[in-house]
């Protein structure tokens, strides 16, 4: 892993009204890494996550990326930035008016001069990369499965080949079989890409398969950030019911390497 450093949050505190969602959270994550963001039903994760896309700004602190801070960047330099990221919102939030082809091709309409060729000629080639075959391009995404929807999801989040990607619960109401696949096609698109990952998620299977860190985020806080094995000896309340339930402790067996009390199946 790459220590230079993506992004970066200091002292960040988040809002809304009378209510605080994060209170004093520094956080870095650096080139190359698998950054899981994990914590229960409404800690925080997805605002987190559009805080570092500039969509929400931090009642306090800063967040910079790539050097760049969010928050003082002209509208220029803030969408050069923006081209150099991509992102999976939660369900893959495709356009429903839109086809396939059409949802895809959007981020290269926007932010790109390119001629139609020139975008037919992407669109296919990211459809491919991520499994779907060119004669699903002009269906819709109501004809599509959920596994479908992420993929394309993912297409659409590779289109401008980001350095960055943020991925936003992106196996959330998937069974198993299509969870896995999904998982499978992250690690491949990270390591062929050569992707910085920021991905949050409550899926204990996806976190394994992927983190090279993790932070928890519970209670407004970052309660502990690092290797899998370094969070897991936390004690903290949630860490041992999230981590460290049956249902945690069968994931966990599954990890890289092997962890300290966590008998392989």
Do not use: Y
Not at 29 to 45: A, C, F, N, T, Y
Not at 102 to 118: F, I
């Amino acid at each position: 892993m790459n220590d230079e450093c993506i992004v970066e949050i200091n002292g960040l505190w988040t809002c809304f009204g009378e209510t605080v969602v994060h209170r004093d959270i520094d956080l870095s994550v650096h080139r190359g890494e698998v950054l899981v963001l994990v914590g229960g039903s409404g800690s925080g994760k997805t605002v987190l996550i559009r805080q570092m896309l500039g969509l929400e700004t931090p009642t306090r602190g800063e967040v910079r990326v790539f050097g760049h801070s969010l928050q003082a960047a002209e509208p220029a330099e803030l969408a050069r930035t923006r081209n150099r990221w991509g992102v999976f919102f939660q369900g893959g939030a495709l356009f429903s008016a839109l086809s396939v082809f059409e949802n895809v091709a959007l981020p290269l309409r926007e932010r790109r001069q390119l001629d139609e060729e020139m975008i037919r000629d992407v669109v296919v080639l990211k459809l491919e990369m991520v499994g779907i075959e060119a004669k699903h391009a002009n269906k819709m995404p109501a004809e599509l499965s959920g596994g479908m929807v992420r993929r394309v999801g993912l297409a659409r989040a590779i289109a401008l080949e980001p350095e960055l990607l943020f991925l936003d619960e992106p196996t959330a109401g998937l069974d198993p079989d299509r969870s896995e696949a999904v998982v499978k096609l992250i690690e491949a698109l990270h390591r062929e890409l050569r992707l910085t990952v920021v991905l949050a998620t409550h899926d204990l299977d996806a976190m394994v398969a992927l983190s090279d860190r993790v932070a928890v985020l519970v209670e407004q806080r970052l309660v502990a950030v690092g290797a899998l094995s370094e969070v897991v000896a936390k004690e903290h309340p949630f860490i041992r019911n999230f981590f460290l339930s049956d249902r945690g402790r069968r994931a966990l067996q599954a990890a890289k390497e092997p962890l300290p009390g966590i008998a392989r199946a």
